[in-house]
């Protein structure tokens, strides 16, 4: 059974670092494409980061470019989301969600299509 377990959000300040962790099992994680979503009370879920198989290509939402990285770990089956300079408007649910490809060069920064996803962890940034 699939499984992605978030970790790493809390409350932090405005200005701050931290990393989100998304630990994957249950699949092959070298055969998937990985995103970073998140969503807001009373907004709808948004794109925020992502990755193909290869991790050759990175993507991101213009609110976070810049400030956001985005990496994976084939080996731990895990990706990381680097938030940097956070502000209070990054305050959210964050998701991790993978999407299987045959090609490590596919991309898709839409929700719908993916088919995996974690159960979220709470991001809070204060002014």
């Known amino acids: 059974q699939v499984q992605l377990v978030e970790s790493g959000g809390g409350l932090v300040q405005a200005g701050d670092s931290l990393t989100l962790t998304c630990e994957a099992s249950?699949?092959?994680?070298?055969?998937?494409?990985w995103g970073w979503f998140r969503q807001a009370p009373g907004k709808e879920r948004e794109f925020v980061a992502g990755?193909?198989?290869?991790?050759?290509?990175?993507y991101f939402a213009d609110s976070v470019k810049g400030r956001f990285t985005i990496s994976r770990d084939n080996g731990l089956s895990t990706v990381y989301l680097r938030m940097n300079s956070v502000k209070p408007e990054d305050t959210a649910v964050y998701y991790c969600?993978?999407?299987?490809?045959?090609?490590?060069?596919?991309?898709?920064?839409?929700?719908?299509?993916?088919?995996?996803w974690g159960q979220g962890t709470q991001v809070t940034v204060s002014s």
């Open positions: 969600a993978g999407k299987a490809y045959s090609r490590s060069y596919y991309f898709t920064s839409s929700w719908k299509d993916y088919d995996y």
């Open positions: 990755l193909t198989r290869s991790g050759t290509n990175t």
């Open positions: 249950g699949l092959v994680f070298g055969n998937y494409a």
